[in-house]
């Protein structure tokens, strides 16, 4: 069945360190979609992208979408202690549109 | 305020005792979903809803079940708990039907159950 891989599994760094989580889908997607969890909360959505080779920006966080639409990495640029969590990855399967996630990067940031 | 109310936010319950989790929603959405969270596995689907009366499931379905009479709830229902349904519980809705973008999920704030 369809698979969203996400790599790394876990990442820590020194804040003002850059960060980056890469997502691999078995396959082509219509759109990503990437959620922060912070510790002891809830997934929130973050951005959708749609299109071949898009990059958008929300401060330091710049999210791209390959241009063959099956892979997405999201990159933040030096990191503060308020970008802890983990982040997922998702991507809709079948008609439905169902979020198939991948399994998440949990970033720490020491200070 | 939109949100995603899930109860109980956290309980921890025996060996086959019979509990729901309950969800409502007040964003008038049509689609809700249940996931559920364990450390390395992410967050896998359990069921999910179209609209009222249309379910269906998910990833990992066995052991639960789930109903929907009215467009804003969407109960978890574990009829016999067993210690592997110990985990992160989430509900989730979106609206509309999937049209291929825009179909954001907004979450619950969880619920964690523990069954001894």
């Known amino acids: 069945g369809q698979q969203v891989m996400q790599i790394p599994q876990y990442q820590h760094v020194q804040e003002g360190e850059d960060f980056t989580t890469y997502c691999n889908s078995s396959?082509?997607?219509?759109?990503i979609q990437w959620y922060k969890q912070r510790p002891g909360g809830h997934p929130v959505f973050l951005i959708q992208?749609?299109?071949?080779?898009e990059v958008k920006k929300q401060k330091r966080l710049t999210f791209q979408f390959g241009e063959a639409k099956k892979n997405s990495s999201l990159h933040i640029t030096a990191t503060q202690t308020t970008d802890v969590g983990t982040y997922f990855c998702?991507?809709?399967?079948?008609?439905?549109?169902?979020?198939?996630f991948g399994k998440g990067t949990k970033l720490s940031v020491k200070p | 305020e939109a949100q995603v109310t899930q109860n109980p936010r956290y309980l921890i319950t025996v060996t086959g005792k019979k509990l729901t989790v309950t969800c409502s929603q007040n964003?008038?959405?049509?689609?809700m979903s249940w996931y559920r969270q364990d450390p390395g596995l992410g967050l896998r689907q359990i069921y999910y809803?179209?609209?009222?009366?249309?379910?269906d499931k998910g990833d990992v379905p066995e052991g639960y079940k789930v109903s929907r009479k009215e467009k804003r709830n969407f109960p978890l229902i574990l009829e016999s708990p067993s210690p592997n349904q110990t985990s992160l519980y989430f509900c989730?809705?979106?609206?509309?039907?999937?049209?291929?973008?825009?179909?954001?999920?907004?979450f619950g704030e969880g619920s964690w159950l523990t069954v001894v």
């Open positions: 992208l749609v299109k071949s080779g």
């Open positions: 998702a991507g809709p399967a079948g008609s439905q549109g169902n979020l198939i």
């Open positions: 809803s179209m609209n009222v009366e249309v379910t």
């Open positions: 396959t082509t997607l219509s759109n």
């Open positions: 989730a809705s979106r609206p509309g039907a999937y049209r291929g973008y825009g179909n954001t999920i907004y």
């Open positions: 964003m008038n959405h049509e689609y």
